[in-house]
């Protein structure tokens, strides 16, 4: 089984998780510059393969779109140019953040590694990709 790459996408950095190969754990692999990501994603697929992408969609808690949500918006556009053969998923994001912070507490980390915007980053895309999984039925 290829595996599933969940994207905590934001304007100047994107955390990157991923599942295992039976897609059964999502776990944080890095954080990459915006401008990045994409040539990650093709060289990630060619060496590991990905079967679909699980992409967070900002929105406010009424519901309504983000001053965020027309950035996602745009690289979901160009996920789908370079990957045209691979679905792509939106999730509901909210919280995200918030839970990776709280993860990062509860796991011990110190102070000075919990302000590494990167590592929320990352685990924020964990978080929505482990989600995506547990919502999946399981027939």
């Not at 924020?124 to 482990?130: E, K, V």
């Amino acid at each position: 089984m290829a595996r599933l790459v969940g994207v905590d996408y934001g304007s100047k950095r994107v955390g990157i998780a991923v599942t295992d190969p039976l897609q059964i754990i999502a776990s944080p692999l890095d954080t990459y510059h915006s401008k990045d990501v994409i040539a990650f994603l093709k060289k990630y697929d060619e060496q590991e393969g990905i079967e679909k992408f699980v992409v967070g969609m900002p929105k406010n808690l009424n519901n309504e779109a983000t001053n965020a949500t027309p950035l996602v918006k745009g690289f979901v556009t160009l996920l789908k140019k370079a990957f045209p053969d691979k679905e792509v998923v939106l999730v509901d994001e909210r919280f995200t953040s918030k839970m990776a912070f709280d993860t990062m507490i509860r796991g011990g980390l110190k102070k000075k590694d919990r302000r590494n915007k990167g590592t929320v980053d990352k685990i924020s895309a964990s978080i929505l990709l482990q989600s995506y999984l547990e919502s999946r039925p399981s027939f």
